[in-house]
């Protein structure tokens, strides 16, 4: 089936946002005079990276004695649709049982397909492609001063190429008969990342086929690919229905990061509580949580400006909340 994707507003006429990433410029020295202690390299760089950042203006003595670079994303006007060829199936079983009001599993397989794909690109992999090649179609975006340091990557969103992905989510839910102790249930959630493909064309009409399966990359907007997700909820009800509390547990598999790193996994644990008092003829409930209750911390990644993962990992600590919520009848 081939279905005819719209794109939100954001991606068109979204505003642009900035961030700092860590690269070394191919041009930095291309000659290797300097040495890596000194901001340079200590070989020189293939003949046509030497012409063409000779041509670029940098001088052959350039240092780059600071590894962190700007990067901008934002939306592009010019923005054509995506489109996908899908394919899923699956299937839910619930068995009758005597001990549970209800039980049931499930399993699905996806296969997609999506051309057109609107992203933005790794601002290294900007650089690097404008470096080997000079095509304008990578270098209007690698902003240089007079002096010939990069001052700016305009990573603004395109159609890119194509993705391709296939994976399994799997499910089993649970829920108790009445007790004297309350209702019991728990549920059980995992996607597993099969394959994750991005494919983009070069200058040359080939394609470069990157495998981001089980990798985390450090674009301006990280992005992470897990080969296994899986949360975990273990809940209670009172009789009365007064009383309601989880306990969660989200785990994120490892995964490598570009520089080779092996980002580590991670469980982390989530409380919440809430009561629903009569006074308010059951108009009010009162949530008080804490996610990552046992301070789990987050593995480092050193390509990471900020040290961790801001898409697939919590931030270090433990975080409280105290909800209120009216709703009359």
């Known amino acids: 089936m081939v279905l005819l994707f719209a794109f939100g507003s954001g991606e068109l006429f979204g505003g642009s946002a900035r961030e700092d990433f860590t690269f070394t410029d191919p041009c930095a020295d291309y000659l290797g005079q300097l040495g890596s202690s000194n901001g340079g390299r200590d070989s020189a760089q293939p003949q046509n990276i030497i012409d063409n950042c000779a041509s670029f203006g940098v001088a052959a003595g350039l240092a780059q004695t600071n590894p962190q670079l700007n990067a901008r994303s934002g939306g592009n006007v010019n923005l054509k649709a995506e489109t996908s060829d899908s394919f899923t199936a699956g299937f839910v079983f619930s068995p009758e049982v005597t001990w549970a009001s209800n039980i049931s599993f499930t399993a699905d397989y996806y296969d997609l397909d999506i051309d057109d794909a609107v992203q933005g690109r790794s601002p290294g992999d900007l650089i690097t492609a404008c470096v080997n090649t000079a095509d304008p179609g990578f270098c209007n975006a690698v902003q240089r ?48 990342l099969d394959e994750y493909i991005e494919r983009t064309p070069n200058p040359d009409g080939s394609e470069t086929a990157t495998d981001r399966t089980g990798t985390h990359t450090s674009e301006t907007f990280e992005r992470a690919f897990p080969e296994l997700r899986a949360t975990s909820t273990v809940g209670w009800r009172s009789i009365s229905d007064r009383w309601v509390g989880s306990m969660t547990f989200r785990y994120v598999d490892d995964m490598e990061a570009s520089n080779g790193e092996t980002l580590d996994s991670a469980l982390f644990t989530d409380l919440q509580l809430s009561y629903t008092p009569s006074f308010a003829e059951d108009a009010l409930t009162i949530t008080l949580g804490f996610n990552n209750v046992f301070d789990e911390e987050p593995p480092v990644l050193n390509t990471s400006l900020v040290g961790v993962s801001l898409v697939s990992h919590d931030v270090p600590g433990t975080v409280g909340y105290l909800r209120l919520k009216y709703q009359p009848n």
């Not at 990573?155 to 839910?173: C, F, P, R």
Request: proline content about 0%; overall charge negative.
């Open 145 to 192: 001063t007079s002096a010939g340091r990069i001052s700016l990557v305009d990573n603004q969103l395109q159609n890119i190429g194509s993705i391709e992905s296939k994976g399994y989510d799997i499910g089993v839910a649970f829920t108790s008969n009445d007790t004297s102790m309350g209702i019991f249930s728990s549920r059980f959630n995992a996607t597993l």
